[in-house]
């Protein structure tokens, strides 16, 4: 059967739709990267990563995490040196829904290796960090995506001091892959493995995507089943050094 050149057109047409859907400049779109991430996990004594500063003894009373990460920036800032902004906050809570810590991280990011793609080298340069309190978020987050990234220690806890770092002496690199895609929607599963300096309780996160925004609204999930969430003044399951925040 012989098609019309109106349906050839057609079909060319939609395949193109398809792959610029997929593909974008450097291999990646704001759908494909971009937003917000949350990856949730118990750490286990078999998945805990050794030599990143953590015990069982540790983490055992708090051992559910939750990590939101969020990516911003625009395509051709992904390759640059340096790369855009990134914030990251982590929740450790045990099985009835109470906190033991939460941490806050913020920095700088790019992505290498990526011409596959879907696939590549992740550059996160935690810059400010510490332990924060759920109310100081909405700040947090706001200074974290500003001109002045330091700006973010303000809304941190005094104590354990918060951590500033210079460009380049906490950055972590990490092997991620893409994947979930839909055609409307882009990606929306990422995983993110240990390369090199990881600090990461465990070696491998998998993500999916919230969306594709910075709303303060997806990292106030409720925590246990009767959405309640008992924030524990102690740092009871910090590493051994609990001077810097969880990552």
Known sequence: MKLSKKLIAVAVAAAAIVSATFTSCEGFGKDDFFGTWC????????????????TWSNVKNFPNVKVYMYFDGKSEDLVKSGGAKFYQYKIRYNDSGSVGMRSFWCGTYKLTDNSKYTEGKLHLDYLYGGHIVEGNLEGAIDAALSSNQSSVISYLKTSPAPTSNTSGTDLEIFDFSLGGASLFTGYREMSATARQNCTWEVLTRSFELQGSDSNVDYLLTSLSGDGSATEHMNIVSAPASSLTAEK
């Open 39 to 54: 990856a949730s996990y118990t750490v286990t004594p078999d998945n805990l990563a050794e030599g990143t500063g953590y």
